[in-house]
């Protein structure tokens, strides 16, 4: 994935808070995501869906009691996700569903979206909304959120665990920020420079854990720094260092 792309910074605090789930992926930009801990399974568009949902009803089978993540980008949802989420529900099954709204088509070329106003082709279309489709599926839990936001993701991911639990359904979250490699997302994405302190122990937690390729090893000094002709200053690796080496820059 790019330097500071948005699904990285939803990858990771998924990690946190559902560590002990098993998460069924997709196919998109997001896929190339899959060492970071929340891609156990990876089949055609849709199955994130069809495979949490069959996942889901194993366990129950078999009386355990596991957390189940399905996780698929926007323009995948609509192309196949949508039809196996209404089957999903029909079943009364039990798992979080995680769409990855970045407004683009990234994967093949930043096509438009069925969200947008607008098609590839420049004309005016119907945009369509993914919390109104949501929303009219009577899915009781249902929250969008910024990744780039840490702490209120957190809070969202925590809430949606006691929803499940408590409910034995489907809950939905959105993690919706703009591709940051197209014009418009770069545009508005935040500018927040970082650094890496004299402190860092070398341990690479922060690329194992976070992998934005912007974070390199200097072999001489045996510490962390930024690759500053990559690094798009987001500062979302911030919270992947355990012990606050990488600060911002004021
Ligand atoms: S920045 Fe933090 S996590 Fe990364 S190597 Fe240094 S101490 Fe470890
Ligand atoms: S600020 Fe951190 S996460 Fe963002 S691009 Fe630079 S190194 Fe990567």
Redesign the pocket.
């Known amino acids: 994935m790019c330097p500071g792309c948005a699904h990285r910074s939803a990858f990771f605090e998924i990690k946190q808070v559902y560590s002990d789930a098993i998460f069924a992926g997709d196919i998109g930009c997001y896929t190339l995501g899959v060492n970071l801990g929340v891609t156990d399974t990876v089949f055609c568009m849709g199955a994130s869906v069809s495979f949490a949902f069959g996942f889901n009803k194993a366990f129950k089978l078999s009386d355990k009691n596991q957390h189940v993540v399905a996780i698929i980008g926007d323009s995948t949802f609509f192309h196949t996700g949508l039809s196996a989420l209404i089957d999903a529900i029909h079943n009364n099954a039990k798992f979080l569903l995680v769409i990855l709204d970045n407004s683009t088509v990234a994967m093949t070329g930043n096509q438009k979206t069925l969200s947008s106003p607008v098609n590839s082709l420049g004309e005016a279309v119907k945009p369509i909304s993914i919390e109104k489709i949501v929303r009219n599926l009577d899915i009781g839990f249902l929250e969008i959120v910024d990744p780039y936001d840490f702490k209120k993701s957190i809070e969202v991911l925590k809430q949606s665990k006691d929803y499940i639990e408590k409910n034995s359904s489907i809950a939905v979250i959105i993690f919706r920020h703009l591709c940051v490699n197209t014009d418009e997302g770069l545009k508005n994405n935040p500018i927040i420079k970082v650094f ?1 302190d004299n402190d ?8 194992d854990e976070f992998e934005c390729q912007s ?1 390199i090893f200097n072999e001489d000094t045996k ?2 720094e930024i690759d500053r002709k990559t690094c798009i200053d987001c500062a979302q690796c911030i919270y ?4 606050g ?2 600060k911002v820059l004021k």
């Open positions: 890496v860092c122990k070398g341990c690479k937690l922060c690329i974070l510490q962390v992947s260092c355990p012990f080496s990488i």
